[in-house]
């Protein structure tokens, strides 16, 4: 019997890059360490028809993908990311426009919200020889922000992590997988 080999085999490694796109323009960041991506799946239960211990008949149970839980954990706290995440406001310094100086999250009961965005996720495909080939790039659609939480501690520098909704619209694919030659240069 002969089979088929596949043909990709594709090794990727590292979370090199993090874009946002809003209706506004896009956004990159090269600190985060981890995008951890869960399905949201909504399940219709198994029905079965049994008779004196027997199985008569049964319906399987469905499975539909509804969207993704993605954990962004970066290493920095990035307040444009905050911003879109959740609202509010950034603060910057009256002399030096530039700087920021502050964040303000919207007022409590406020009922603003972040942007919808797409979350693009760059990963490295190294070959045997140790080079990079290409870069995987998958993009989540429609993306909403939750409320940010901070945690501190003696000796340990935070690590924010960031969680997001993405949940595509009606024939919309819940996310898209492409190969590029290059990252996107951050200016």
């Known amino acids: 019997m002969t089979v088929k080999k596949s043909k ?19 956004f990159g960041f090269q600190t985060a ?7 949201l ?3 219709q239960e198994a029905v079965s028809l049994i008779s004196k211990g027997r199985l008569l008949a049964q319906k399987p149970s469905v499975n ?13 706290f990035n307040p444009e990311l905050a911003l879109i995440l959740n609202g509010g ?4 310094d009256t002399v030096d426009t530039t700087k920021i100086i502050g964040y303000r999250p919207p ?9 919808v965005f797409t979350l693009n996720a ?23 922000g939750v409320p940010i939480a901070f945690s501190s501690q003696d000796n340990v520098f935070r ?16 996310y898209i997988l492409d190969y590029v030659p290059e990252l996107p240069t951050l200016i």
């Open 64 to 76: 539909t993908l509804i969207g993704n839980r993605i954990t962004l954990t970066d290493n920095v």
């Open 107 to 115: 007022l409590s009961g406020s009922g603003e919200r972040g942007e």
């Open 8 to 26: 990709a085999e594709i090794a990727t490694i590292d979370c090199s890059l993090i874009t946002i796109q809003t209706a506004t323009g896009e």
């Open 159 to 174: 690590v924010p992590e960031y969680v997001i909704n993405s949940a595509p619209k009606k024939n919309e694919p819940p």
């Open 41 to 43: 799946v909504d399940t």
């Open 89 to 92: 406001q950034i603060i910057y």
């Open 122 to 144: 760059y990963a490295s495909h190294y070959d045997s020889d140790g080079m990079i080939v290409q870069y995987e790039k998958i993009s989540y659609p429609n993306c909403h």
């Open 33 to 39: 360490s981890q995008v951890k991506v869960e399905p």
